[in-house]
């Protein structure tokens, strides 16, 4: 004969919940997730790609392709007539929107942070180089040369007000001749205008990448897990795509930044020197660190401390790094012995994607 179970009316209840529970489960288990929206363009110079998923098809590209329109008339120095081109050709009434000044502002506390390593107004320098819109130069510039450009030197020369029109603001500095460039930053600060155009429209998982910078929101639902972005081997030879690591983001930002790729030679030295100018030696020379990539809570600000840890000595952004508590950062560098090595912050760790 079967001995019968006796269950007292708690019991009768979680075993309801369990079932319960166990139902819902099911349900979500057959829940058809959504198909995933891609779009691919053209934006200041590189490159954007832009996965998402919704409920419904979106039809984005427009309103990104304005946004991009928006950025190059603003703050390209690439684009002829931009506002940022008549500010440095020296107008005087040149009146700037609320994108501008959001870069100009945040800008203005990764200079303050790093002490001058980050400056947006180092562009005649880097036109002297060659590496900007105005810069013919191919030969490393005589010491002469960059003694006379350090005078332009200085974000803290230039200050952003009000002006009498609603939502403009105009530029004044202290110093005339100077050239502001935002190329460093401006970069991040468009896939962040880019995420929050997915937000306004109510998209929860997504990622948006400009150039190799990026913004992650929730999941990549067709893997079901968090997005999976690689880190680039400084090491790798032209045309080669070796990672060091593999990351896994969610709600969070990370820009890049390295001379292993963009660097000229001396045709007269043979002396090679790289594409991040030093704003306070006002020389572009080699480094030890390789390249660097920085997760923060938004890329304008990531973009803006990866260009300042590239220009700074390893030392003194490990110093820095001490009170940046919302910014995870991996510096490659080459050690003495011509070995590839990495310096992290003790978070970075986490971000990490595990085997299996």
């Not at 501008?100 to 506390?109: C, G, I, N, R, Y």
């Not at 081997?233 to 820009?255: H, I």
């Not at 990866?306 to 220009?311: G, H, L, N, S, V």
């Not at 490990?318 to 510096?331: E, F, H, W």
Request: net charge negative.
């Amino acid at each position: 004969m079967k001995k019968l179970l006796t269950y007292d009316m708690r019991t009768v209840i979680v075993i309801f919940l369990l079932l319960s529970l166990f139902s819902c489960k099911e349900k979500e288990v057959e829940k058809v997730l959504p198909e995933p929206q891609e779009f691919l363009g053209n934006a200041i110079g590189t490159t954007y790609s832009i996965k998402l998923f919704a409920e419904e098809e979106l039809a984005v590209e427009k309103e990104v392709d304005s946004i991009i329109a928006m950025f190059n008339n603003s703050m390209s120095t690439w684009v002829k007539g931009s506002l940022i081109n008549r500010i440095n050709a020296g107008e005087d009434s040149v009146l700037v929107g609320k994108p501008f000044k959001e870069v100009f502002e945040q800008a203005q506390e990764v200079f303050s942070k790093t002490d001058g390593y980050f400056d947006p107004t180092v562009g005649n320098l880097v036109n002297a180089y060659g590496f900007g819109a105005d810069g013919k130069q191919e030969r490393i510039p005589s010491q002469m040369q960059i003694d006379s450009l350090k005078q332009f030197v200085g974000f803290d020369k230039m200050k952003l007000f009000p002006s009498k029109v609603k939502d403009s603001f105009y530029i004044k500095s202290d110093q005339k001749g100077m050239y502001l460039e935002f190329n460093a930053i401006a970069k991040g600060t468009l896939v962040d205008y880019i995420a929050r155009l997915l937000d306004e429209k109510g998209v929860e998982n997504y990622l948006v990448e400009v150039g190799g910078e990026l913004v992650t929101k929730g999941m990549n639902l067709e893997r079901q897990g968090k997005w999976s972005v690689g880190i680039d081997d400084p090491n790798q030879k032209p045309g080669e795509r070796v990672y060091v690591t593999v990351l896994a983001l969610s709600d969070c930002a990370m820009a890049g930044s390295g001379n292993y790729r963009k660097f000229k030679i001396d045709p007269e030295s043979g002396q090679e020197f790289v594409h991040t100018v030093n704003p306070l030696t006002g020389k572009a020379q080699s480094s030890e660190v390789l390249g660097v990539n920085v997760i923060a809570k938004n890329c304008t600000l990531a973009d803006g401390y990866a260009t300042a840890f590239m220009a700074m000595p390893l030392e003194k952004s490990k110093a820095l790094l001490q009170n940046l508590p919302d910014v995870d950062v991996v510096i490659m560098y080459m050690d003495k012995s011509g070995l590839l090595r990495f310096e992290t912050t003790p978070d970075f760790q986490k971000f990490v994607k595990q085997a299996g």
